[in-house]
């Protein structure tokens, strides 16, 4: 019975994207690359900008979320501070916030300080929105790690920075590559965050273009291109999922989701 629900389920997200790579290689004439040709070729189609575009925010938004979550996990699973409980509390009740709710007051507060319209502004705006549970599943990829690693480091000389980053960065490299995945993941699919924040064509994201290509020349729509290019943007996403679907499962089951 468990295979057989499995079955169904993979059968079930699997179908999708299967179809669509079928569609995106299927023309009047038989089978082909040419809706790809004219993904890359027409005039709202993709350009080489808007494939670094996403590049670059999904690696802005990677980095800057391993980074914070990181040291929050650490100091919330390692240390103790007033107001820590609360504090972290506070943390996860960003997860109660749609954050569609509040792209206009941040689209105004980037504007304040010079980041509205840019790849940095939507980066960081989706760093703050993954940060609650990537610092969730830190602190408990951290509480996992028995004390006497750290403690046995700290008795060898070893500072608190030193010992995170020798010691303790190598015990919790599963929770690192899950919070990383999901972050890819989020930034590079990400639709409605640079539709709001981002106006300049040249700045748009793969998303945003294969969303704008809806809009073509008489209200005709070239489904096919447009399945070439869903198909297009979730390579990277099945690759990277492939290459590291043993640590990133790992990442849950040793302590991730404990607490």
């Given at each position: ?71 929050g ?34 689209y ?31 602190r ?120």
């Open positions: 019975m468990r295979r057989l629900t499995g079955a169904a389920l993979a059968i079930l997200f699997v179908f999708p994207l299967a179809w669509s790579a079928f569609a995106s290689v299927r023309t009047p004439t038989g089978f082909g690359l040419e809706n790809y040709a004219r993904l890359f070729t027409a005039d709202n189609g993709i350009r080489l900008e808007h494939v670094f575009n996403s590049i670059a925010v999904s690696a802005l938004t990677v980095g800057g979320t391993l980074l914070v979550s990181t040291l996990g650490y100091a919330f699973g390692r240390f103790s501070f007033p107001g820590k409980n609360v504090l972290f509390l506070l943390t996860l009740a960003i997860l109660m916030v749609p954050y569609a709710t509040i792209l206009i007051a941040l105004v507060l980037l504007g304040w300080i010079g980041l509205e319209d840019s790849l940095v502004g939507l980066s960081l705006v989706l760093i703050m929105f993954q940060l609650p549970f990537s610092i969730f599943m830190m408990n990829s951290f509480e996992a790690v028995p004390k006497e690693l750290e403690e046995a480091a700290l008795l060898d000389g070893c500072g608190s920075l030193r010992a995170l980053i020798r010691i303790m960065l190598p015990a919790v490299k599963p929770g690192l590559i899950t919070v990383g995945l999901f972050a890819f993941l989020t930034s590079w699919g990400e639709f409605f965050a640079p539709l709001i924040l981002l106006n300049s064509t040249d700045k748009f994201t793969m998303m945003l273009t294969v969303a704008n290509m809806r809009t073509a020349t008489f209200g005709a729509i070239d489904y096919p291109a447009l399945e070439a290019g869903v198909t297009f943007m979730a390579v990277p996403c099945l690759i990277l999922f492939l290459i590291l679907q043993r640590s990133y499962v790992r990442g849950f089951m040793s302590g991730a989701l404990r607490g």
